[in-house]
Structure formats: C-alpha cells, structure tokens
C-alpha cells in the first residue's frame, strides 16, 4: 500500500530538495506503523488521530531524515522515541485543551453566547 504525503516547504526561502524528499519517503515507513498503534491509543477519533500523525510527520521532516542513517538501530530508537514523546505532546495539549473548556460552567457558556447574539442583533439594527 503506498502512501503519499504532502511535503512543506522548509521554513522560508530554504527549497525542497529530492535528496530530501527521498529521505523522507524512506525514513516514513520505519516509523508509520508504530506511530499510528500509538495514535489509536491516544485516541479513537479518527480526525485526531490524523492530526496526531501529522504532527509527527512534521517533525520527522523538521529532523531532516539526510542527517541519520536509518540502517542503524540507535538511530531508529532515538528517532522512535523523539517522534513518539512528540506525539505525545501534542495529545497532551490538545486534551488539557479540551479539559479547560469543559471546566466553564454551562451557565457561564449561555451567558457568552446570549451576549455575543445581543452584539449581533445590536449590530444588525445599528446596520439597518
């Protein structure tokens, strides 16, 4: 099964080059399969795992796959391990996230929301 990913640009005005885009294309599938059983673990939303694995994506190409030979088993445990605390991360801030927007009371929530419809009727009004 191929999978085809979308490579950035790195940073600005620093071009893609293949030398490093066939890094990235060889260095992904040592990692996939173990980044995605650790997206499933973190979470059963689909979306979030996709954004999970991204984010991992990401970084492995912010590594720069041409500076580590991946034939190396050191090299592929630190990179494991640097992929997956970043993956890690990432959940970690998007569920504390979560959990603080869950702590404001229903009632506080309503009252934003009544308010921010009043500011849109005045506005109508003011408009009209």
């Known amino acids: 099964m191929l999978t085809y990913v979308a490579l950035p640009v790195r940073g600005e005005g620093i ?3 293949g030398k490093e885009a066939l ?7 040592i990692f ?3 980044m995605k059983r650790f997206a499933r673990i973190c979470t059963k939303d689909l979306d979030k795992q996709d954004d999970l694995l991204q984010e991992v994506m990401l970084t492995l190409w912010n590594q720069d796959p041409t500076r580590w030979d991946f034939t190396i088993d050191a090299h592929i445990l630190y990179m494991n391990k640097m992929l997956i605390h970043r993956m890690h991360d990432a959940w970690d801030k998007d569920k ?4 603080k927007a869950e702590d404001i009371p229903g009632e ?16 109508r009004t003011t408009l009209a």
Not at 23 to 29: D, N
């Open 15 to 17: 071009p893609v080059t």
């Open 23 to 29: 890094a990235f294309g060889k260095a992904w599938p």
């Open 32 to 34: 996939e399969r173990s």
């Open 96 to 99: 504390n996230f979560r959990e």
């Open 108 to 123: 506080v929530r309503m009252d934003a929301r009544r308010a921010e419809a009043e500011a849109g009727r005045a506005l």
